[in-house]
């Protein structure tokens, strides 16, 4: 078995006559941020979508730890799922409106039966001050109460619910004030530092990603064109 958390061979995806992903390949290790970059339109969330599975690609290979994924049914994919998380563009879109921040973190510890009522509570407030919000300030309010920044963090707080080991990050301070970027960014680089997290950033603005990735893949029309530090 291979060293690495994610390995994509050759994956392809089609939209009818469409070939949005066209024979893409590349390696993720565990603790290391890829980036993906390229214009609008070049298959960046198309890739992103079939690593994850929330599309089945139409041909090539996702293997995540070893494990190849594209032929798993949705049964089989499910206990595999937690590991894998996505975090969007759209903060206030990813999350429920009418949930606070502390059930919308809970969620995911109920639903993989790792929810116990002596201690889910402090889990929850842990995971909060993780992502640098505070349970009693933060923990009741709905996402609309909160900033862009405070919910990009509320976002990645649920998905640290999971216990991931690989985080989709699909354009995750493009919505953001550009002085609140840094904050989210930084917060991603403790966080993988800490938990050895392995990140796929996608990103349409190169220099953005100049200083976080330790290496970028150029994408244009389908393809990756260049992959390096
Ligand atoms: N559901 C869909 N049906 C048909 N075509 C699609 C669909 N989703 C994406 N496409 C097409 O596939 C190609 C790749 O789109 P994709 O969204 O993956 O690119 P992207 O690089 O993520 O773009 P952006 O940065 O604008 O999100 C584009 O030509 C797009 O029009």
Redesign the pocket.
Known sequence: MSGSLLEVRDLVVR??P?V??DHVSFDLSAGETLALV??????????AAAVLRLRRPDAGEVRFEGRELTGLDERALRPLRPAMQPVFQDPYGSLSPRRTIRDAVAEPLRVQGRWDAATGPARVAELLALVGLDEAAHGGRRPHELSGGQCQRAGIARALACEPRLLVLD?PVSALDPSVRAGILNLLSDLQERFALGYLF?C?EPALVRHFADRTAE?RA?RIERIGP
Do not use: D, L, R
């Open positions: 939209y009818g469409v949005a992903v390229g214009p609008s339109g070049c298959g960046k969330s198309s890739t354009e996608i349409h994408m389908g």
